[in-house]
Nanobody, 116 residues
Framework: QVQLVESGGGLVQPGGSLRLACAAS????????MGWYRQAPGKQRELVAT???????DYADSVKGRFAISRDNAKKTVYLQMNSLKAEDTAVYYC??????????WGQGTQVTVSS
């Protein structure tokens, strides 16, 4: 059974930092492209960042220079370090694991709220 379990969300003031984690089980983690997506109220889910098994990364323009995605293949965990958070970063953040067109899994989501 495939599981992606996110943790680390919460309430933070503008300019603050949070670190999200997503622990995977039931998949051959190293072969998956792992990613973080987010969905704000009334908006579509959007890509935040992805990282391949060989650690190549990609970011949405809105988070470049502020967010950093990383992975620990031994722990089957992907992280999202979020710095200089803004109110517009408020959303539910979802972990995603993808391998080709056939395998695509999602976590349950974790709320991130940036507010003073």
């Amino acid at each position: 059974q495939v599981q992606l379990v996110e943790s680390g969300g919460g309430l933070v003031q503008p300019g603050g930092s949070l670190r999200l984690a997503c622990a995977a089980s039931g998949i051959f983690f190293n072969s998956y492209v792992m990613g973080w997506y987010r969905q704000a109220p009334g908006k579509q889910r959007e890509l935040v960042a992805t990282i391949t098994g060989d650690f190549s990364t990609d970011y949405a323009d809105s988070v470049k220079g502020r967010f950093a995605i990383s992975r620990d293949n031994a722990k089957k965990t992907v992280y999202l370090q979020m710095n200089s958070l803004k109110a517009e970063d408020t959303a539910v953040y979802y972990c995603n694991g993808r391998r080709g067109a056939q395998f695509n899994f999602w976590g349950q989501g974790t709320q991130v709220t940036v507010s003073s």
